[in-house]
């Protein structure tokens, strides 16, 4: 009895186990839609998303796919066009990167692109919930001296800097991509003009306590 026990406080302490055997299932069910499906409906595009992201891309913390209700859609399809191309989602410790990357890389074309994320645009905001806890007073003083100039005083995101919104967005799903920026998982090629900015940035919050508190400052501003 003592032995399963204690394998599965070793997975659940792991942190970061990379897709389940539900999620490689729902990728390779959204690729084969997307390889025989509708070309330029959105609609249409999204089913091959759903399995993941939600049915009204609300996210799925278990499958590890976040919101998307509050992403604007410009960094949506930035995001989208950077699994394409290869820039995220390359690293090899990058294991949700490189799944989404496999199936941003089956839309057929850039009409594609832009019909997927006109559907999701449409859906409307929609704020994702807090699950992260911690101090929202200290997070505030560290959000606007280091992240709000970027990421707006709100963290409604700034298309002009291209940095995205961060309020109203899974806040573990943040956690990870902050910490995949921070030990190079993500934004390491100069090639990701965006990423390497925010790569740069990653390093500058003291502990994961403070990411967490800005995170929670972050979310507290969601609408
Ligand atoms: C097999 C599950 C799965 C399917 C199907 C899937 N995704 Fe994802 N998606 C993910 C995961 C996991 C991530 C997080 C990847 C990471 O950590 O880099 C993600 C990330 C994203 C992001 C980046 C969000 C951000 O804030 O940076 C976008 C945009 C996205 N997906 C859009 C889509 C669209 C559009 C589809 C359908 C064409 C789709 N996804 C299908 C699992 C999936
Ligand atoms: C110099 C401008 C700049 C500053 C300052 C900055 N960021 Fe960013 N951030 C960006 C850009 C640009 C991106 C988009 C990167 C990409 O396209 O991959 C980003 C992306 C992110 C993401 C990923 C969002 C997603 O949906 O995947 C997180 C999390 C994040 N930043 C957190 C922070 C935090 C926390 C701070 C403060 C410690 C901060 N950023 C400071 C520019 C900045």
Redesign the pocket.
């Given at each position: 009895m003592m032995l399963p026990f204690a394998l599965l406080t070793l997975v659940a302490c792991s942190g970061d186990v990379g897709?389940s055997a539900d999620?490689?299932q729902?990728?390779s069910?959204?690729q084969q839609l997307?390889a025989t499906g509708a070309a330029g409906d959105g609609k249409q595009?999204?089913a091959?998303?759903?399995?993941?992201?939600g049915a009204k891309a609300e996210g799925n913390k278990a499958?590890?796919?976040?919101s998307?209700r509050n992403?604007q859609d410009w960094?949506?399809r930035r995001?989208?066009q950077a699994?394409r191309s290869g820039v995220?989602?390359s690293h090899e410790k990058?294991a949700?990167?490189m799944?989404?990357q496999a199936?941003?890389k089956?839309?057929p074309d850039d009409a594609a692109v832009d019909a997927?994320?006109a559907y999701?645009s449409g859906l409307g905001k929609k704020a994702a919930e807090a699950t992260l806890t911690g101090n929202a007073k200290r997070g505030a003083d560290y959000y606007s001296n280091l992240c709000g100039a970027c990421h707006g005083p709100a963290a409604e995101g700034n298309d002009i800097l291209q940095a995205?919104a961060l309020a109203g967005?899974d806040d573990w799903?943040l956690q990870?991509?902050y910490e995949?920026f921070q030990q190079g998982i993500?934004g390491a090629s100069e090639d990701d003009k965006y990423g390497y900015q925010m790569a740069m940035m990653a390093n500058t919050l003291p502990s994961t306590e403070v990411l967490k508190d800005v995170l929670v400052y972050t979310q507290s501003l969601a609408r």
């Open positions: 897709p999620s490689e729902a990728a069910q959204a997307l595009l999204y091959a998303c759903a399995a993941c992201h499958l590890a796919a976040p998307l992403q960094y949506l995001q989208l699994y995220r989602g990058d949700y990167g799944q989404m199936i941003a089956t839309l997927v994320v999701i995205p967005v799903y990870r991509q995949h993500r």
